[in-house]
C-alpha cells in the first residue's frame, strides 16, 4: 500500500510500546486511526499523539480475545472513520513456566490474547478492507515465532501459531485478493512493558505465573533466573520507534517478513539445520542460559 494519506488504519494494543509507537508513525503519514487496547488511559494517551500529527484518532477501549469486542471494533472503525485499509494484529501478553507445569488459566489467557486476539481481527477486518478497495494487515508475532526459547512456551506457541497463519494466509490473499497484502512482525527484544504483561491479566492468579508453577527450589531458581535475563535483555533492546518506522516501509513495500533484528537470523538458520539434521533443540535467544549445544 504505497499511499498511505488519507487512509484508515486500526491498531491493537496501541497503550504502549510497539503499538502506540506504531500509531505515532502512520499518523505522521496521515493515516486516520483508530486505537485498541485495555488499559483506557494511556490508550486516551496514544489518542493525543496521533491527533497531535492532525489526523483523526478513535479510542475504542477492546479487549482482542473477545470475539464481539473486536467486531465492534471494527464496525465503528468503517462507520466513523469512513473504511478500512490497514489492520495491525498487535496486542500481546507474555507469560511462561516449565511447559508441563504452566495452570491452563496461563495457557488461555495467553493464546487468547496473542492468537485468538489476531485471529478475531482477522476475521473482523479483513473483509472490511476488502470491501474498502485494498490495504494491508500486519500481525506481530515475534522471534519466538521462528525459534523455540525454554521457560515461555505459551508465549512460543502463541507466536508460532500467528507466523504459519500469516503464511498461509499471504498466499490464500495473493489467489483471492491481491489487493490486500499481509506482513508478519518478529521481532526480537524491543524496549517496552511485555515483562508486565501481568498488569493485564483479567485474573490475579495469586503469584508471578512464571515462579508459581515451579515448586520445586531448583525448577524455581532457574525460573527467576530466566526471568531476569528476559527483563534485562528488554530493557535493552531496540527503540519501539525504530520497529515502526520499519512497519511502515514494509506496509509501503509489500514486504511479507518484518524481521527487525538481522543478527538473529543465524538463530533461525541453526534452528531449521538441527530439524534438517535431527539433531537436538538449542536454548535459542536466552544466551544467559546454556544447554552445552551452542
Ligand atoms: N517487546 C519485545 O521485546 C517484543 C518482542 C517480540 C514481539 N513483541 C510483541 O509485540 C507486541 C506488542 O507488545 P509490546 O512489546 O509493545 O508490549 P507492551 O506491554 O508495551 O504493549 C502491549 C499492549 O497490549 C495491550 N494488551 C494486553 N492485553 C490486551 C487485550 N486482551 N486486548 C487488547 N490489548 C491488550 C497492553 O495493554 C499493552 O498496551 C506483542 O504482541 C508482543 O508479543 C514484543
Not at 62 to 67: A, R
Not at 206 to 231: K, N, S
Not at 234 to 260: N, Y
Request: glycine share 12%; net charge negative; aromatic share 4%.
Amino acid at each position: 500500500m504505497e499511499n498511505l494519506e488519507g487512509r484508515v488504519g486500526v491498531i491493537t494494543g496501541a497503550a504502549s510500546g510497539i503499538g502506540r509507537a506504531m500509531a505515532v508513525a502512520f499518523a505522521a503519514e496521515g493515516m486516520h486511526l483508530a486505537l485498541a487496547d485495555v488499559e483506557e488511559g494511556p490508550l486516551g494517551d496514544t489518542a493525543e499523539l496521533v491527533r497531535a500529527e492532525g489526523v483523526n484518532a478513535l479510542a475504542v477501549p477492546t479487549d482482542v480475545s473477545d470475539p464481539e469486542a473486536v467486531e465492534h471494533l471494527a464496525e465503528r472503525t468503517v462507520s466513523e472513520l469512513g473504511g478500512l485499509h490497514l489492520a495491525c494484529n498487535n496486542a500481546g501478553v507474555s507469560a511462561g513456566g516449565l511447559s508441563w507445569e504452566v495452570d491452563l488459566d496461563t495457557w488461555n489467557w495467553v493464546l487468547g490474547v496473542n492468537l485468538f486476539g489476531v485471529i478475531h481481527g482477522l476475521r473482523s477486518f479483513t473483509p472490511r478492507i476488502v470491501a474498502s478497495g485494498g490495504g494491508h494487515i500486519v500481525n506481530t508475532a515475534s522471534m519466538a515465532g521462528l525459534t523455540s526459547p525454554p521457560g515461555m512456551s505459551p508465549y512460543n506457541v502463541s507466536k508460532h501459531a500467528v507466523v504459519t497463519l500469516s503464511e498461509a494466509m499471504a498466499v490464500e490473499l495473493s489467489m483471492t485478493h491481491p489487493e490486500v497484502g499481509i506482513s508478519v512482525l518478529c521481532p526480537g527484544w524491543v524496549r517496552t512493558r511485555i515483562h508486565e504483561a501481568d498488569r493485564n491479566r483479567p485474573s490475579d492468579p495469586g503469584a508471578p505465573i512464571d515462579t508459581a508453577v515451579a515448586d520445586e527450589e531448583g525448577e524455581q531458581a532457574a525460573m527467576e533466573g530466566m526471568r531476569d535475563i528476559v527483563e534485562a535483555l528488554i530493557e535493552g533492546g531496540l527503540a519501539p520507534e525504530a520497529v515502526a518506522h520499519q512497519v511502515v516501509d514494509a506496509v509501503r513495500e509489500q514486504r511479507p517478513w518484518v524481521l527487525t533484528h538481522p543478527e538473529w537470523m543465524e538463530m533461525v538458520r541453526n534452528r531449521t539445520e538441527r530439524i534438517i539434521a535431527e539433531e537436538p533443540p538449542s536454548v535459542g535467544f536466552l544466551p544467559g542460559l546454556s544447554d552445552g549445544a551452542g
